[in-house]
């Protein structure tokens, strides 16, 4: 499968050794999800190591790891469509955190909608139980 297909087609391709590949990268990481502090979408899971938390912190825009390209990733910095800290949280085991954000752009996905547009989450498609598991928008 593509990877047009599997990031906007409609069969579900779960990627459930996504954690295997995470824990062989060569970086110390920890989930790090960001929702939208107004209306409360989440919009995207990633993973950030100590650098990413606290370029996070301080730039002021959601910042990640990216485990598929080894590297600093601070959302939007290329696409423009970053995302703006209003808090950072940590759950109570200290092994997450949540950015809670305001979107400045388009949207927070890098895929686009029917419009063009970037989609405001990543979570923009729905399972669905039947004959093959499926999804719809």
């Given at each position: 499968?593509?990877?047009?297909?599997?990031?906007?087609?409609?069969?579900?391709?779960?990627?459930?050794?996504?954690?295997?590949?995470?824990?062989?990268?060569?970086?110390?990481?920890?989930?790090?999800?960001?929702?939208?502090?107004?209306?409360?979408?989440?919009?995207?899971?990633?993973?950030?190591n100590?650098?990413?938390?606290?370029?996070?912190?301080?730039?002021?825009?959601?910042?990640?790891?990216?485990?598929s390209?080894?590297?600093?990733?601070?959302?939007?910095?290329?696409?423009?469509?970053y995302?703006?800290?209003?808090?950072?949280?940590?759950?109570?085991?200290?092994?997450?955190?949540?950015?809670?954000?305001?979107?400045?752009?388009?949207?927070?996905?890098?895929?686009?909608?029917?419009?063009?547009?970037?989609?405001?989450?990543?979570?923009?498609?729905?399972?669905?139980?039947?004959?093959?598991l499926?999804?719809?928008?």
């Amino acid at each position: 499968m593509n990877h047009h297909e599997l990031e906007e087609g409609k069969t579900l391709q779960i990627d459930f050794k996504k954690l295997a590949k995470v824990s062989g990268c060569a970086e110390d990481l920890i989930p790090a999800v960001a929702q939208d502090h107004d209306t409360g979408e989440v919009l995207i899971v990633g993973y950030a190591n100590e650098l990413a938390l606290q370029t996070a912190l301080r730039e002021n825009m959601a910042t990640f790891w990216s485990t598929s390209r080894n590297e600093l990733w601070i959302k939007g910095k290329t696409s423009g469509d970053y995302l703006e800290i209003v808090e950072v949280r940590v759950n109570c085991e200290q092994n997450s955190v949540l950015y809670r954000v305001r979107p400045k752009g388009q949207g927070a996905c890098h895929t686009k909608g029917k419009d063009g547009l970037a989609r405001s989450g990543c979570y923009y498609r729905i399972i669905e139980e039947g004959d093959k598991l499926r999804f719809r928008e």
